[in-house]
C-alpha cells in the first residue's frame, strides 16, 4: 500500500474492491495535472527540462525527445503515488493493455468515465489510439472535459465531444 500526503492527511492508494485505484488517488492525480496548466515545450521539439523529468521518471531515455501526452499521464499518477507502465509512452501500445486489462489498466465504457480515469484519442488514422488525456470529471452533454499534456506543445484543459473518444480505462491495483 503507498500513503500519500494530501494537506495534513494521509491516504492509503489502496485499491478498492473492484480493483481501481481509490478516489482520493485518482483526485490527487488530477489535481497535480491540474497545477502543470501552462507547461510548454520548448518551441515544437516535444522537450523542455520539466517534460525531459517526466519521460525520466518513466524509465526512459533522453534524447529523444518524444510525444509525451503519456509521460504527463504516468507523472499524474506517480505524483498521486501509483507507478503505471512506461508504455503509457506509446498510447497505441497502451490501448491494448487497456483492452486486456494489463499494465495496471482496466477498460471501462466511455459513459463509466469518472475524474482521474485515462481517455484515449484517435488522431492517426493508422493507430488504434494516438493521444491520452485525464478526465476532469464524468461526461456532459455529449461532452468530457479533460486535462492534457502535449496538446499545442503545452498543457491544456479541453473540452472534447465525447465521439472522439475511442477508449477509457481507469487505474487499476
Same mark, same amino acid.
Given at each position: ?5 494530501? !494537506? ?14 481509490? &478516489?482520493?488517488? /485518482?483526485?490527487?492525480?488530477? /489535481? ?6 501552462? =507547461?510548454?515545450? /520548448?518551441? =515544437?521539439?516535444? %522537450? ?10 518513466? &524509465?526512459?531515455?533522453?534524447?529523444? %525527445?518524444? @510525444?509525451? %501526452? ?6 499524474? +499518477? ?15 501500445? =497502451? ?5 486486456? !486489462? $494489463?499494465? !495496471?489498466?482496466? /477498460?471501462?465504457?466511455?459513459?463509466q468515465i469518472r475524474r482521474g480515469d485515462i481517455v484515449f484519442y484517435a488522431f492517426r488514422r493508422d493507430k488504434r489510439a494516438s493521444h491520452l488525456a485525464l478526465a476532469r470529471g464524468r461526461p456532459s452533454g455529449g461532452a ?14 479541453? $473540452? $472534447? !465531444?465525447?465521439? +472522439?473518444? #475511442?477508449?477509457?480505462? $481507469? #487505474? @487499476?491495483?
Amino acid at each position: 500500500m503507498v500513503l500519500l500526503a494530501i !494537506g495534513a492527511t494521509l491516504v492509503a492508494a489502496a485499491p478498492t474492491a473492484g480493483g481501481a485505484v481509490a &478516489g482520493a488517488t /485518482r483526485e490527487a492525480a488530477v /489535481r497535480w495535472a491540474l497545477s502543470q496548466v501552462g =507547461t510548454h515545450e /520548448r518551441g =515544437t521539439t516535444n %522537450c523542455s527540462p520539466k517534460i525531459d523529468r517526466w519521460v525520466r521518471n518513466m &524509465g526512459l531515455g533522453v534524447p529523444p %525527445c518524444r @510525444v509525451w %501526452c503519456g509521460a504527463f499521464v504516468h507523472e499524474a +499518477y506517480l505524483q498521486a503515488g501509483v507507478r503505471l507502465s512506461a508504455r503509457l509512452i506509446d498510447p497505441d501500445r =497502451t490501448y491494448g493493455d487497456a483492452v486486456a !486489462g $494489463r499494465r !495496471g489498466l482496466k /477498460r471501462i465504457a466511455i459513459s463509466q468515465i469518472r475524474r482521474g480515469d485515462i481517455v484515449f484519442y484517435a488522431f492517426r488514422r493508422d493507430k488504434r489510439a494516438s493521444h491520452l488525456a485525464l478526465a476532469r470529471g464524468r461526461p456532459s452533454g455529449g461532452a468530457l472535459d479533460t486535462v492534457e499534456g502535449n496538446t499545442s506543445h503545452a498543457v491544456r484543459l479541453e $473540452r $472534447r !465531444g465525447l465521439q +472522439y473518444a #475511442v477508449l477509457a480505462a $481507469r #487505474v @487499476v491495483g
